[in-house]
């Protein structure tokens, strides 16, 4: 059986499959071209330092993971497009914070935009949504 936080980062991933139109990956490299309808890649990201408490023995996680929604430049109305993929991963992460009752809750926050640059590559555009994952087990490798 998979570690629970493999199971979060799965069920994450999965919410973010609902997302219309757009091509979802999980840890992949930044690509040449980019799908029609946008790239959204999840980056499995740091658990950090747990807070740990002694009775019953359980380990409280605030994982930083982050989410890439890439777009491929050339349109007028970019950041709208941009926008509008945003939107739908905000929606798609409200549906269920608690990711089926793996997580305690899950947050996000503010995107942070940028235009990419690719050596050989035409230009992307994309933003960067930090998830904040709070959940808890009994064992750090868990």
């Known amino acids: 059986m998979p570690s629970i936080r ?16 757009a ?17 959204i890649i999840l980056r499995d990201g740091d658990p950090g330092d747990p807070e740990v408490l002694l009775s019953p023995l359980s380990y409280l996680w605030e ?28 929606n798609a992460l409200a549906t269920d914070r608690s990711l089926g009752g793996l997580a305690e809750w899950l947050d996000w926050g503010a995107p942070k935009t940028s235009g990419l640059a690719i050596d050989g590559a035409a230009a992307l555009r994309g933003a960067s949504v930090p998830v904040t994952i709070h959940y ?5 490798l868990a």
């Open 6 to 21: 493999e199971q979060i980062l799965s069920a994450l991933l999965a919410r973010l499959e609902t997302v219309p139109d």
């Open 23 to 39: 091509t979802i990956k999980r840890e992949a490299p930044l690509p040449e071209t980019v799908p029609a309808g946008g790239l």
């Open 63 to 90: 994982h930083q993971a982050e989410i890439e929604v890439i777009l491929q430049r050339g349109q007028d109305d970019d950041s709208v497009a941009l926008d509008a993929v945003l939107m739908a991963v905000g």
């Open 136 to 140: 808890a087990s009994d064992d750090p």
